[in-house]
């Protein structure tokens, strides 16, 4: 890969360890089948390195953008979020957006708003440059973050000639048809395809159509990992319900380009849960690790306390896992599910997180916070305060004429938004 012509975004301002700690922010209003839009938003703001530039509003004073810009709506996102007085917010500047590219009312897929929004945030980053190579647009914020670079690589079986191709990622979907794990999915993900028959190779040393084989490894690790574990099939909508495992901490040096050398790990700090039969109907809810070290339950509305152990055991759709390079974590992994490395992290996190408590105290934490160590399904879209919600049936029913003028009428109201 050619190095890139120009740096976008200085590397070295870019934060893996939260500037401040905190306890977690506010919830957020279900206004009808929002719950996709509202777990990835939480997800998105408790992301260490993107949190840390956008409440550093750093962006917003740069900016010159003219028109939509998801960076700057981001930044007043989380900004809000952490900094609202209030236990529950509107994600007001992000319904907005929702409505000129989703259908209101109706439940969407949470991973395509993920990558809608991660898109148009490196869009964003993008604005005012012209003919940029693709190295150089691999060097934006957001790309440092969440991007990573894919290399293909096919060998011809008659002249045994290697043909390597690299393609950017913001996200890695993993099926999970014969995966009882996230390790096992991987596994398959490099798997080396025979390309033979109708799919044959032409090769361009040897000028032939021959059988070949075809692996996928990632070649450039991002800063922070989105999986997708790919439980929808577009075409029937139907839903694979098993639990998949996934641990902590994950090492994905067995699965780059370079399977050699030292450990590349990761660290979990969000969990994206589809609860339901099928892509039609259910409810997406999610769990989040805060500044704090201290991990939550988010589902719309509630904010509630829980303990890392749940968030492991769930149905998880998208995972978002952290370099911990970045975090001092040093030592290899010997075990996907518990490396020796976790016990003194965790150790220093227990005791953190225990002086943390002590310093905030009961009065300190939301009002509707309360302990939860088991795994739960929380109630399907619709059955939350009506105040707040059209009278729909998830997934199906059109929210009621004027929804949009609705919500933001409430919020004005209630903010005093302008």
């Known amino acids: 890969m ?9 590397p070295e301002k870019i934060c893996m360890v939260w500037q ?16 996709f839009l509202n777990s990835v938003l939480q997800c998105l703001t408790y992301t260490p ?14 900016c010159h953008q003219k028109g939509f810009c998801m960076l ?27 409505t000129q590219h989703f259908e209101p009312g109706r439940e969407e897929d ?23 190579d693709l190295s150089s647009q691999s060097t934006t914020l957001v790309h440092q973050i969440f991007g990573g670079f894919l290399r293909s690589r096919v060998i011809c079986s008659n002249c045994k000639a290697i043909s390597d191709s690299y393609e950017p990622f913001l996200d890695v979907p993993l099926d999970i048809k014969a995966a009882l794990s996230l390790g096992a999915a991987l596994e398959d993900f490099v798997t080396p395809e025979h390309l033979d028959g109708e799919n044959c190779f032409q090769c361009s040393q040897c000028k032939k159509y021959a059988a070949a084989s075809k692996t996928f490894t990632v070649h450039c690790a991002p800063k922070v990992l989105t999986v997708c574990l790919k439980r929808f099939d577009c075409f029937t909508g139907g839903k694979i319900h098993k639990i998949v495992e996934y641990p902590e901490y994950l090492d994905l040096r067995p699965y780059m380009s370079q399977a050699e050398g030292e450990a590349v790990l990761y660290s979990l700090y969000a969990v994206l849960v589809h609860s339901g ?23 719309d509305e509630s904010v509630e306390l829980c303990c890392l152990d749940t968030a492991l055991r769930q149905q998880a759709y998208l995972l978002f896992y952290a370099r911990c390079s970045d975090l001092k974590i040093v030592e290899k992994a010997s075990s996907s599910q518990a490396p020796p490395y976790a016990t003194p992290f965790l150790s220093h996190w227990a005791a953190a997180s225990s002086k943390q ?7 300190g934490l939301l009002g509707t916070i309360k302990p939860l160590c088991a795994v739960q399904s929380p109630a399907p879209c619709g ?8 009278p729909v049936t998830p997934f199906k029913v059109r929210a009621p004429r004027g929804w949009c003028r609705q919500i933001v009428a409430l919020a004005e109201a209630e903010w005093k938004i302008t």
């Open 72 to 98: 700057c709506i981001m930044e007043a996102h989380v900004n809000q979020v952490m900094h609202s007085p209030v236990s529950v917010i509107l994600p007001l500047t992000v319904l907005r957006v929702l």
């Open 277 to 299: 039969v099928s892509c039609h109907e259910g409810h997406y809810f999610c769990y989040t690790k805060a500044s704090n070290g201290l991990w939550y339950q988010m589902n």
């Open 2 to 10: 050619a190095p890139p012509e120009r740096i976008l975004f200085p």
């Open 383 to 390: 059955k939350e305060e009506e105040a707040f919600h059209a």
């Open 20 to 35: 401040q700690s905190q306890r977690a922010g506010t919830g957020l209003l279900n206004v009808g089948n929002t719950c």
């Open 357 to 363: 408590a002590a310093s905030i105290g009961p009065q």
């Open 49 to 62: 390195p993107l949190a840390n530039y956008l409440l550093s509003r750093e962006h917003s004073r740069t």
């Open 110 to 132: 949470a991973h395509d708003f993920f990558c809608c929004t991660v898109n148009a945030m490196q869009t964003a980053c993008l604005s005012g440059f012209s003919n940029l």
